[in-house]
């Protein structure tokens, strides 16, 4: 019913940046709220950032002033840029995205596959 399809991992020196990309598609009426999470090998999944339709933004500390996540509510898209790269950044980086949908009742929520993003120093 839904899909939600990443790009833009890879592996880049400690100091670069990336851009994620995430876009939704599906039996989607709206998206409440959009997001990124990540997992490190043998952590546990944490939040990155998120973005509400209206435009506001919630960032973990780690990564304050250094990631920035923006969307594109017609096209049902989320973008984290990501800069200032650590080692630490590295992981599998999931979308996440809660909306209503046009075919049920109520509030879902989905996840991306995952991207990796490998951060050498």
């Known amino acids: 019913q839904v899909q939600l399809v990443e790009s833009g991992g890879g592996l880049v020196q400690a100091g670069g940046s990336l851009r994620l990309s995430c876009a939704a598609s599906?039996?989607?009426?709206?998206?409440?709220?959009m997001g990124w999470y990540r997992q490190a090998p043998g952590k546990q999944r944490e939040l990155v950032a998120t973005?509400?339709?209206?435009?506001?933004?919630n960032y973990a500390d780690t990564v304050k002033g250094r990631f920035t996540i923006s969307r594109d509510n017609g096209k049902n898209t989320v973008t984290l840029q990501m800069s200032s790269l650590k080692p630490e950044d590295t992981a599998v980086y999931y979308c996440?995205?809660?909306?209503?949908?046009?075919?049920?009742?109520?509030?879902?929520?989905?996840w991306g596959q995952g991207t990796q993003v490998t951060v050498s120093s």
């Open positions: 599906g039996s989607i009426a709206s998206i409440t709220v």
């Open positions: 973005i509400t339709s209206g435009g506001s933004t």
């Open positions: 996440n995205a809660e909306m209503y949908g046009s075919i049920w009742l109520g509030r879902r929520n989905y």
